[in-house]
């Protein structure tokens, strides 16, 4: 395979069915995160069979929705959620995996067309305690979500986070088991229709897969380094 994106395409699906293979579980989907590339690049692997692609900022994907139009994309937004940025999210994505307030989620809700189906929302959480980071606290993290379950046009599906970076493997699942606890948190208060783990990146997709990750949010492992 001389395309070198074709080649990272395989490369990373290899990757996650291996690690899935490795714990037993089933292989999470993957989600290709196209933020800084080119419309080209998402006709590119999209033509290669990939389906999901995720974008982190409007300005930015904007133009990219508008000329990739003609295929049947599942767009997901990953990026930061401001008040006053929710319309296009809940206008032209079907997924959203920042949401961390009340507030925003009762927007998203508000704004969703009525003839689309409800949008699939994650909260994020801050595992860390990161200043620097978006996501609701863990202790937080069940208020939040009873708060949010029955907002009419969004169908809440999970958690996600993006832990600070750790080379050590075990100290990664660490993180990564506290969303699964967490989730279970959630299941344990009677929430229904959780189904969605959306953890793991280029450098730590294998830790979150053994510890129960249903989506994998992949850039550069597939499209290589961000300019
Ligand atoms: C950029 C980004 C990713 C992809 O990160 P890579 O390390 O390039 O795989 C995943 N999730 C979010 C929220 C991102 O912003």
Known sequence: MDDPLALHFQQTLARIEAAAAHCQRPAPLLLAVSKTQPAAAIRALFALGQRAFGESYWQEAQGKLAQLADLPIDWHFIGPLQANKTRPVAEHFAWAHGVE????????????????PPLNICLQVNLDGEASKAGVAPEDV???????????????????????????AAEQRAAFRRMAELLEQLRAAGIEGLDTLSMGMSDDLEAAIAEGSTLVRVGTAIFGERG
């Open 101 to 116: 307030r009340e507030k925003i989620a009762r927007r998203l809700s508000e704004q969703r067309p009525p003839q689309l």
């Open 142 to 168: 069940l208020p939040l979500a009873l708060a949010v379950k029955d907002l009419p046009n969004l169908k809440l599906r999970g958690l996600m986070c993006i832990p600070a970076p750790r080379a050590d």
